[in-house]
């Protein structure tokens, strides 16, 4: 029996296809961000809207009040994070330089650290932390705010953002009608069922992420004040918003408070004591409380997740790791639903795991 081998075609169409609509993306992103986010939001309050709509209200005034009182929360809370970022902002060569000499400290204490540390620091000459410019350190919050460009940029997104929810939260039925014809009458059944499992899966995926994200971000806060950390109003809601990102996000919203803890009690036993803390933390939301709420919403495996975050990251920075899961999982549903990409949704599949 011959055996056939697989056509070029059908290698080189799909990676030719992927890198178009990647260059697309990439440099659309100052468009389609605001976009994205605004129909990412629009999920997320739509379980809120339809319980203000059991009062009897119409869908457009339940809409308004559920966006309108969202957006006060987000003010009052900028505000109050601002304050203390601004405080932290001006104290942070203090603690820079507190941190540089607890580090000496340390390696006098421990000795044999000095080898898994960058430079010559055995005879204690050279402080590895020295040559990190406060540039440098600046320029990391660039890759997570990629895409939205100056201040004034940043308020017309913002406010592209909330008339994009509002609409969409608006018009969802509407629109739901309209996809499902979009591809003709025969089609009509098989687009109406994507766009409804789409909507459910991901309304409720989304929903459960933020309400975690801020419970998260509440606890961490509170748990941060009563061992008198300074600035928890900042590594609280950093910590939630850090949590998205698959992986690394606990870690990397675990480390600051460990570090500042550690410098304003002068004892390196505070980064064990914050690092249980988180560690605990992060143990309940991400086994316990999360898998349970989500279910089977987005059954994607792990190493598709970790390509999608990867991916994502690189086209819109710190917003695309936080909307890689819900894009990807739209993505799988479209999919599962087209024939001849069923191989990809079948690919994707897999448990999920916060």
């Known amino acids: 029996m011959e055996q056939r081998g697989i056509k070029i075609q059908s290698i080189a169409i799909p990676i030719i296809t992927l890198m178009i ?38 869908r457009v005034a339940a809409v308004l009040i559920v966006v309108f009182i969202t957006l006060i929360l987000f003010l009052g809370i900028a505000v109050l994070i601002a304050s203390q970022a601004t405080d932290l902002v001006t104290q942070f060569p203090h603690y820079w330089a507190g941190f ?18 960058p430079g010559n620091v055995s005879d204690g000459t050279v402080n590895p932390l020295e040559e990190v410019k406060f540039k440098d350190i600046a320029s990391i919050s660039k890759y997570f705010f990629a895409g939205l460009g100056s201040a004034f940029s940043i308020i017309w997104k913002t406010i592209l953002v909330l008339l994009m929810t509002t609409f969409v939260l608006i018009e969802q039925e509407e629109f739901k009608i309209k996809f499902a ?39 961490v806060t509170i748990g941060l004040i009563i061992m008198g950390v300074p600035y928890a109003y900042v590594w609280g809601p950093l910590a939630g ?8 996000g606990a870690i990397m919203g675990a480390i600051p408070p460990m570090i500042v803890a550690s410098i304003e009690n002068q004892s390196m036993w505070w980064l064990l004591y914050i690092g249980l803390f988180f560690l605990v933390l992060q143990f309940l939301e991400g086994n316990i409380i999360t898998p349970k709420l989500v279910g089977d919403r987005i059954n994607i495996n792990l190493t598709s997740v970790l390509i999608a975050t990867v991916y994502w990251g690189w086209l819109w920075g710190g917003v695309g790791i936080i909307l890689a899961m819900p894009i990807t999982a739209a993505f799988k549903v479209v999919c599962d639903h087209v024939e001849p990409l069923r191989p990809i949704g079948n690919l994707l599949e897999g448990g999920y795991k916060s």
């Open 241 to 248: 918003a850090l949590n998205l990102i698959p992986y690394i």
């Open 100 to 117: 540089q000499n607890q580090l000496s400290v340390w390696l006098d204490q421990f000795p044999s650290l000095a080898k898994y540390l």
């Open 181 to 219: 014809n979009l591809f003709g009458s025969q089609h009509s059944g098989a687009s109406r069922e994507i766009i409804n499992q789409i909507s459910s899966n991901i309304s409720g995926f989304m929903a459960v992420r933020f309400a975690t994200t801020a419970a998260l971000g509440a606890v």
């Open 21 to 58: 609509m990647s260059v697309f993306l990439y440099y659309a992103k100052p468009i389609l961000l605001p976009v994205f986010l605004g129909v990412a939001f629009a999920f997320i309050l739509n379980p809120v809207v339809k319980l203000v709509m059991r009062l009897k209200l119409p």
